[in-house]
């Protein structure tokens, strides 16, 4: 049997199902009444995502020049109360379009499937129930979900303006129930669940999700590859102190008062370095600061007196915040601070270039030397670093988590671990890697390797070591005798 029956004839059907069973109004009224549906049900969604999405910084500067600006600024900052809003209008739209919809689609759809043979009234019903479910799914899924919510997070800033006025209304109409939806929630989340409701501030991402996303987003969108360095740099920095970046007291170079002028200025000139503490004997003995400008001019002077040009060094406690150091240096327009411990000894020196080079990574010029690269990847389990390497950059580097209060360097670290001044070629295992010193000046580590440590299997271990045992017995009967 062939389909002989068109769209119109179809509707003509309906309107005669729909006057039979008592409904008022044209098919095509009822059909709008589902799109608006569908589109009321996208307007709450697409104002959820945007309000969520939009950062209040925009709005204000947009405020003055935009009327809508200052709605929107006052909807986003009381965001619980409107995105309860939000919820209220998906939920009675979805339900009035589940009410109306699909009883009416399946109404529409009965007889067509009647002119193409279908006499059970059963089967009928369920097959026009289906179809009708179907398409009412459809249109509540892809314009009333998915389309509303991708634009709402693309287009965040003009739609929470666009929203805002019919939102604001949708609010004051139905404040009552929205205060009362919203205290039933927040007593079921203390009473029953033991937890406090959800503020403004937990919708934004925490300083770890920010990571996370920062360190997974391969290509960025809207930035590029350094920017998003530089805001994990910027992350990082609020955990660093003094004691992580500093130069360490036996690197500094600086000049000293018992020594003669012309020494100092040779050792100026060899360092390479424009700013150096003045001491008298010793570090501990701090005096001052040296800028490389003084000393030349003061080399045209006949007294030639470091003491004539010195100038004010402040001093600054190892483990002091980057960020308030960073703030100390441009309130005073320092470049320069000597690091001290609690005892009021110093153990090394900071400059600003050491603080910046955190956020941006490390800053040379022309002038200075090239530097050994402090951790240099060999293959896949194998790598060798330098003493000084600083813990949290191994950690990056390596995936490795090593902590301790105590020391900041991995060379620090192994000494520590081991209890003794090492001598080259000893080893030590850390987190499954089997580290060899490869070079030590006798007072320190000057580098390390790293291998990775593959576990024997227990039973070869057991063999291993009765072996071992077996060795060690026959070594000794044979020194007895």
Do not use: C
Request: glycine share 6%; charged share 25%.
């Amino acid at each position: 049997m062939t389909l002989d029956i068109s769209f119109w004839q179809a509707v003509s059907l309906s309107s005669e199902v729909d006057a039979e069973l008592g409904y008022s109004g044209s098919v095509l009224f009822n059909l709008l009444a589902i799109l608006f549906l569908v589109f009321l049900n996208g307007f709450f969604v697409a104002s959820e995502f945007a309000l969520v999405k939009v950062r209040s910084t925009q709005l204000d500067a947009l405020e003055e020049v935009e009327k809508k600006a200052a709605l929107a600024r006052r909807v986003t900052s009381h965001l619980d109360a409107y995105l309860s809003a939000t919820q209220l209008g998906i939920t009675l739209s979805s339900l009035a379009l589940g009410w109306i919809g699909e009883p009416y689609l399946a109404r529409l759809i009965g007889p067509v499937l009647v002119q193409v043979g279908l006499r059970s009234e059963t089967l009928v019903h369920g097959v026009s129930f289906a179809i009708g479910f179907a398409i009412i799914t459809y249109l509540h899924i892809v314009l009333g979900e998915v389309t509303p919510k991708w634009l709402g997070i693309r287009k965040a800033l003009v739609i929470s303006l666009w929203i805002s006025p019919p939102l604001h209304l949708f609010y004051i109409i139905f404040r009552p129930a929205i205060w009362f939806l919203q205290a039933s929630a927040n007593w079921i989340m203390k009473s029953v669940f033991r937890m406090d409701p959800v503020t403004d501030t937990e919708l934004v991402h925490s300083e770890e999700e920010l990571r996370v996303i920062l360190t997974e987003k391969e290509t960025p969108s809207d930035g590029t590859e350094l920017g998003n360095e530089l805001l994990i740099n910027a992350l990082d920095f609020r955990r660093r102190v003094v004691r992580d970046i500093m130069t360490p007291r036996g690197d500094v170079i600086y000049l000293d008062i018992q020594d003669s002028f012309d020494a100092n200025v040779q050792v100026a000139i060899e360092s390479g370095h424009t700013r150096f503490p003045l001491v008298q004997g010793h570090l501990d003995n701090t005096i001052g600061l040296i800028h490389i400008k003084d000393l030349m001019r003061e080399m045209k002077n006949e007294r030639r007196d470091l003491l004539a040009i010195k100038r004010e060094l402040m001093p600054v406690p190892e483990f002091m915040p980057l960020e308030k150091l960073l703030r100390q240096f441009l309130a005073k327009r320092a470049h320069f601070a000597v690091v001290v411990d609690e005892y009021g000894g110093a153990v090394g020196i900071v400059t600003l270039d050491n603080v910046v080079g955190e956020l941006v990574g490390e800053i040379q010029d022309e002038f200075d030397q090239e530097q050994v690269k402090e951790f240099v990847r060999l293959n896949e389990e194998e790598f060798v670093v330098q003493g000084q390497l600083n813990l949290y950059e191994l950690n990056e580097l390596a995936g490795l988590e090593l902590e301790n209060a105590e020391v900041t360097t991995i060379g620090g670290y192994v000494v520590q671990l081991l209890g003794h001044l090492p001598k080259q070629g000893e080893q030590v295992q850390i987190e499954g890697y089997l580290v060899t010193i490869t070079q030590t000046d006798g007072r320190r580590i000057l580098q390390l390797h790293f291998k990775k440590h593959h576990t024997q299997p227990a039973e070869e271990q057991e063999h291993t070591a009765s072996r071992d045992g077996h060795n060690r017995r026959e070594t000794n009967s044979s020194r007895s005798k």
